[in-house]
C-alpha cells in the first residue's frame, strides 16, 4: 500500500468526518475531497500533515538497499 492509499483508507475509516480532519489539520474540505478521487495526488507537504495526524512518521530503514 502506498502513502496515498495509506491516507485514503485512514480517512474512510476516521470517525470523523472531512469537516472535521479539515478544522484541525489546517487542509481545506475542498483538498480532502480531491485526495479522495481515485485519480488524484497530493503535496508532499499535504501529505506529511495528513500522515501526522493519523499517527504516521517516515523512519528509514536501516542498511542499503539492494540494487
Partial sequence: MNMLETIRKEI???KKNRA???RETGITEGQLH???KK???LYCETA?????????QI???KGKAKK
Fill in 12 to 14: 474512510s475509516k476516521s
Fill in 20 to 22: 472535521q480532519i479539515s
Fill in 34 to 36: 480531491r485526495i479522495m
Fill in 39 to 41: 485519480n488524484q495526488s
Fill in 48 to 56: 506529511d500533515k495528513l500522515l501526522g495526524y493519523f499517527g504516521y
Fill in 59 to 61: 523512519v528509514k530503514k
